[in-house]
T-cell receptor, first 116, second 112 residues
Framework: GAVVSQHPSWVICKSGTSVKIECRSL??????MFWYRQFPKQSLMLMAT?????????EQGVEKDKFLINHASLTLSTLTVTSAHPEDSSFYIC????????????FGQGTRLTVV | QKEVEQDPGPLSVPEGAIVSLNCTYS??????FMWYRQYSRKGPELLMY????GNKEDGRFTAQVDKSSKYISLFIRDSQPSDSATYLC????????????FGKGTSLLVTP
């Protein structure tokens, strides 16, 4: 399958600081990227959907000013958690899909964010 | 009510057993159904993907979809200890940009 690289794999930051997570599709052009959050023993919850060159579409209850998503190219999307707080500690996972009709989505390795 | 329901388990089976994992979904607009395997602290890995009712087989894995009852299953034959992981079912529909709706995941342990 296609490869999606997510970086960093884990990060610890102080409360009030911002953290940027990168998601790259290595061998295909990702027209759509999705960002998920997964709390311990919970399912993946979709945070937002981003299409290259467009503003991201956020799910209900996700603060767009807190979770900034940029999808500037067909191979890179970034999620910035601004003014992070301990309750933002979670496992953040991106996935990428190529094309409008191909529904196969490939996932990055995930980023474990701990806010202290 | 979540759109995709999945029993979180845990499910423990002996090596060589046939494993049956199941999900139900509530939205009849779902068109595509996937099974992902997720190891601890890793991103999900796509196992099976189908868009029609019926069975789809890939090696030891068989995915089954029954759209009339909104029921999704994954069968693992000759289970191995390396199959121990969390298995997530997911559904998608075109009018939501094919974003995936996940079940909670079922934790599977295959004991030698």
């Amino acid at each position: 399958g296609a490869v999606v690289s997510q970086h960093p794999s884990w990060v610890i930051c102080k409360s009030g600081t911002s953290v940027k997570i990168e998601c790259r599709s290595l061998d295909f052009q990702a027209t759509t990227m999705f960002w998920y959050r997964q709390f311990p023993k919970q399912s993946l919850m979709l945070m937002a959907t981003s299409n290259e060159g467009s503003k991201a579409t956020y799910e209900q209850g996700v603060e767009k000013d807190k979770f900034l998503i940029n999808h500037a190219s067909l191979t890179l999307s970034t999620l910035t958690v601004t003014s992070a707080h301990p309750e933002d500690s979670s496992f953040y996972i991106c996935s990428a899909r190529a094309g409008d009709t191909n529904t196969e989505a490939f996932f990055g390795q995930g980023t474990r964010l701990t806010v202290v | 009510q979540k759109e995709v329901e999945q029993d979180p388990g845990p499910l423990s089976v002996p090596e060589g057993a046939i494993v049956s994992l199941n999900c139900t979904y509530s939205n009849s607009a779902f068109q595509y159904f996937m099974w992902y395997r997720q190891y601890s602290r890793k991103g999900p890995e796509l196992l099976m993907y189908t868009y029609s009712s019926g069975n789809k087989e890939d090696g030891r894995f068989t995915a089954q979809v029954d759209k009339s009852s909104k029921y999704i299953s994954l069968f693992i034959r000759d289970s191995q200890p390396s199959d121990s992981a969390t298995y997530l079912c997911a559904s998608a529909r075109s009018n939501s940009g094919y974003a995936l709706n996940f079940g909670k995941g079922t934790s599977l342990l295959v004991t030698p």
